[in-house]
């Protein structure tokens, strides 16, 4: 797995079981709505700082040099 830190935890380690568990749904995820959109849309979309304080929010994934490898947003369900 690499070593995983939380960089708003002041770079702490983050649980290796966790990690885990949380990789392994990640990869059983499926797309349900893929949005190409601009930040001042993400209110709309559930993807504001205030959804994050709500538990929404978004996920980087960064390689060993610190390159992001992938960006996964999870906003709010659509009503509807």
Same mark, same amino acid.
């Given at each position: ?14 649980? $290796? ?5 949380? %990789? &392994? ?9 893929? @949005?190409?959109?601009? #930040? ?12 994050? $304080? ?5 996920? %980087? &994934? ?9 960006? @996964?947003?999870?906003? #709010?369900?659509?009503?509807?």
């Amino acid at each position: 797995l690499g070593s995983w830190v939380l960089p708003q935890k002041d770079g702490y380690f983050a649980d $290796q079981t966790k990690v885990r568990s949380f %990789l &392994l749904k990640l990869a059983d995820l499926t797309l349900s709505q893929k @949005i190409n959109a601009r #930040e001042e849309k993400f209110e709309t979309l559930g993807l504001s700082d205030n959804s994050i $304080q709500k538990g929404f929010g978004k996920v %980087l &994934l960064f390689d060993s040099n610190k390159k992001i490898l992938s960006t @996964i947003f999870f906003g #709010e369900n659509r009503k509807g």
